[in-house]
């Protein structure tokens, strides 16, 4: 057998198949996410020979693939976003990239440390890869396409904070490099951290984000009115401008995550009803399904290849309390104040749904210094992301079909 010919034909079809996976999910309410690992596994176990995907093994490559889904994701997740900017329209998803995510950095530090035994460092790599919602697996708790009004607060909130998040994880993905590097002191923490990885990179990518945003909305909106020769059509300019985007900020030592959806963000804005936002959307969204069927069935096949093997029971328990209380409650606790209803608490608080970033920020941790305890960390995630996707992927339609019938055209909090 011609091991090559299989993987071509299992990789064609793996990406046929997402051409009706929305449809299938529109009408199963199983999120594709759970169909595809579950390929992932079924293959990996029949077939011996097809490439191992184990990121302890090949961090550098798990962190450039992941980097490149998450990026296009990012991209994606702005585009499809309705709701106007505002800091009182959007304060809900500010809170959950702040509260929220510090309470479960705070509470999973703790855990590490006090639970696990682990070094600082590490404890504080866990609670940093843990921390953000992942725009990748989140689609089905998401807005819709460019102008469909899709501006339910839940789905706008965990649209949003998908969104953000990524980015903001990255100060404490530093912090813990810092500390493991023991190059972490008080001059250090003034100069390095809280100056460089805190302030610089996230206004450098807040600015990167904005101005690349205001410049392609200019060349692919006002220049082609008064130029014919600027005037394009094409779906593709979304991904060129991600990855132009995320190349030109992470040239300039920003973050790259931050600045691809504030250039999404800024590139909606324009021209807003214009149609052209649907190209550029389904273009993007079209080729990060084809991204997450790989990356699922790769993730899928280094469950069967080991990416497990260090796990414990207590380290399992902690993925349960991580999914079912750690995250619901802190988000709970981040929404206290809000005119949002119960329901619309819970169920944002619950879907924190962890992916394709918490692995990017492993492999980039791991590529950058020596951390202890990694094949833990690689077994405690892994566990995570496949709770996540179990859990997450099999109610998320369920749930919201079921909100949408609880409180119909739900609107008022986004709205006032």
Same mark, same amino acid.
């Given at each position: 057998?011609?091991?090559?010919?299989?993987?071509?034909?299992?990789?064609?079809?793996?990406?046929?198949?997402?051409?009706?996976?929305?449809?299938?999910?529109?009408?199963?309410?199983?999120?594709?996410?759970?169909?595809?690992?579950?390929?992932?596994?079924?293959?990996?176990?029949?077939?011996?020979?097809?490439?191992?995907?184990?990121?302890?093994?090949?961090?550098?490559?798990?962190?450039?693939?992941?980097?490149?889904?998450?990026?296009?994701?990012?991209?994606?997740?702005?585009?499809?976003?309705?709701?106007?900017?505002?800091?009182?329209?959007?304060?809900?998803?500010?809170?959950?990239?702040?509260?929220?995510?510090?309470?479960?950095?705070?509470?999973?530090?703790?855990?590490?440390?006090?639970?696990?035994?682990?070094?600082?460092?590490?404890?504080?790599?866990?609670?940093?890869?843990?921390?953000?919602?992942?725009?990748?697996?989140?689609?089905?708790?998401?807005?819709?396409?460019?102008?469909?009004?899709?501006?339910?607060?839940?789905?706008? &909130?965990?649209?949003?904070?998908?969104?953000? /998040?990524?980015?903001? #994880? +990255?100060?404490?993905?530093?912090?813990? =490099? @810092?500390? %493991?590097?023991?190059?972490?002191?008080?001059?250090?923490?003034?100069?390095?951290?809280?100056?460089?990885?805190?302030?610089?990179?996230?206004?450098?990518?807040?600015?990167?984000?904005?101005?690349?945003?205001?410049?392609?909305?200019?060349?692919?909106?006002?220049?082609?009115?008064?130029?014919?020769?600027?005037?394009?059509?094409?779906?593709?300019?979304?991904?060129?401008?991600?990855?132009?985007?995320?190349?030109?900020?992470?040239?300039?030592?920003?973050?790259?995550?931050?600045?691809?959806?504030?250039?999404?963000?800024?590139?909606?804005? &324009?021209?807003?009803?214009?149609?052209?936002? /649907?190209?550029?959307? #389904? +273009?993007?969204?079209?080729?990060?399904? =084809? @991204?997450? %069927?790989?990356?699922?069935?790769?993730?899928?096949?280094?469950?069967?290849?080991?990416?497990?093997?260090?796990?414990?029971?207590?380290?399992?328990?902690?993925?349960?309390?991580?999914?079912?209380?750690?995250?619901?409650?802190?988000?709970?606790?981040?929404?206290?104040?809000?005119?949002?209803?119960?329901?619309?608490?819970?169920?944002?608080?619950?879907?924190?749904?962890?992916?394709?970033?918490?692995?990017?920020?492993?492999?980039?941790?791991?590529?950058?210094?020596?951390?202890?305890?990694?094949?833990?960390?690689?077994?405690?995630?892994?566990?995570?992301?496949?709770?996540?996707?179990?859990?997450?992927?099999?109610?998320?339609?369920?749930?919201?079909?079921?909100?949408?019938?609880?409180?119909?055209?739900?609107?008022?909090?986004?709205?006032?």
């Amino acid at each position: 057998m011609d091991h090559y010919l299989v993987i071509i034909t299992i990789i064609g079809v793996g990406i046929l198949g997402m051409a009706w996976m929305p449809a299938l999910t529109a009408k199963t309410r199983i999120s594709y996410s759970v169909i595809y690992l579950l390929l992932g596994i079924l293959l990996y176990s029949i077939f011996d020979f097809l490439p191992a995907p184990n990121p302890r093994e090949y961090p550098g490559l798990t962190m450039h693939l992941t980097e490149l889904v998450v990026i296009v994701s990012l991209m994606c997740t702005g585009l499809k976003i309705d709701q106007k900017f505002s800091f009182r329209a959007w304060r809900i998803p500010f809170r959950l990239v702040t509260i929220t995510m510090m309470l479960c950095i705070a509470a999973v530090t703790a855990l590490g440390v006090y639970y696990f035994n682990m070094p600082l460092a590490t404890a504080l790599l866990l609670a940093a890869v843990l921390s953000p919602t992942d725009p990748v697996l989140a689609t089905d708790v998401q807005v819709g396409h460019p102008n469909e009004e899709d501006r339910d607060n839940v789905k706008f &909130s965990l649209t949003a904070e998908a969104g953000f /998040n990524d980015g903001m #994880a +990255f100060p404490f993905v530093w912090l813990a =490099i @810092l500390i %493991a590097m023991h190059s972490f002191d008080a001059q250090s923490f003034m100069v390095t951290w809280a100056w460089k990885h805190v302030v610089y990179q996230i206004l450098a990518g807040l600015i990167a984000g904005y101005l690349l945003g205001k410049l392609l909305a200019y060349i692919l909106f006002t220049l082609s009115k008064k130029f014919e020769s600027f005037a394009t059509q094409d779906g593709f300019v979304s991904i060129a401008a991600t990855l132009t985007v995320y190349g030109l900020t992470e040239f300039i030592h920003g973050y790259g995550f931050i600045a691809v959806f504030i250039a999404a963000l800024t590139l909606r804005a &324009s021209e807003r009803e214009d149609r052209y936002h /649907n190209r550029l959307h #389904a +273009f993007s969204d079209q080729i990060e399904r =084809i @991204l997450v %069927a790989i990356m699922l069935i790769l993730f899928g096949g280094s469950l069967v290849r080991g990416i497990m093997n260090s796990l414990t029971w207590p380290m399992a328990a902690f993925g349960v309390a991580f999914i079912f209380v750690i995250r619901p409650l802190s988000g709970l606790i981040g929404l206290i104040g809000t005119r949002l209803k119960i329901q619309e608490k819970l169920v944002i608080s619950f879907f924190g749904i962890r992916g394709m970033g918490s692995l990017y920020y492993l492999a980039f941790a791991f590529s950058t210094t020596f951390f202890k305890n990694q094949d833990e960390l690689w077994a405690i995630v892994a566990f995570i992301i496949l709770i996540s996707i179990g859990i997450h992927g099999l109610t998320a339609g369920f749930t919201l079909r079921k909100l949408e019938e609880v409180l119909p055209e739900d609107n008022e909090i986004l709205a006032k």
